[in-house]
């Protein structure tokens, strides 16, 4: 027998090889019924006493800034919730909520957008830049009066 001729026997594929090992452990291995129960998000549903959304894709670095802002919009910590632009897009507002974007508002669907419009909206630089320019905070706190005096119209 040549070579070419012996029998050739192909490795595993990485999937084929995992179930092996699992079966050899003894670990069961299931299969999803309907997998594309899994694909589609689930909807982000709010508190009602939630009033402030601050949407930024990275955490807030000091706190002791986010309290001056909570203090000077007359709300707790608690009253604020803070989402991705990805979370924004899966929220359900059940009431009316201030939105503040951080960075950048996001390209949301028209649906999305026309949910979001009558909401009272602030859109401030990154949280670095906030913390070391002054004058993207007096924008902030120039945002938060007009902000301020919106509530006070209702």
Not at 68 to 84: E, F, M, S
Not at 103 to 113: E, F, I, K, M, W
Request: hydrophobic share 40%; with cysteine.
């Amino acid at each position: 027998m040549s070579f070419s001729e012996a029998p050739f026997s192909e490795a595993p594929s990485m999937p084929q090889r995992r179930a092996l090992l699992l079966q050899q452990m003894g670990i069961e291995q299931w299969t999803l019924r309907r997998p594309q129960a899994l694909q589609g998000a689930s909807s982000i549903t709010l508190g009602e006493s939630v009033r402030l959304l601050i949407i930024s894709d990275t955490p807030p670095t000091a706190s002791g800034f986010l309290a001056d802002v909570y203090r000077a919009l007359g709300i707790q910590a608690q009253q604020c919730v803070l989402l991705t632009h990805e979370q924004l897009a899966r929220l359900k507002l059940s009431q009316p909520v201030a939105l503040w974007f951080v960075g950048n508002s996001p390209d949301l669907s028209d649906s999305a957008q026309a949910r979001l419009q009558a909401m009272p909206q602030i859109t401030t630089a990154l949280w670095q830049i906030l913390q070391q320019s002054p004058q993207a905070k007096r924008q902030l706190w120039q945002q938060l009066q007009q902000f301020q005096l919106q509530g006070d119209a209702r």
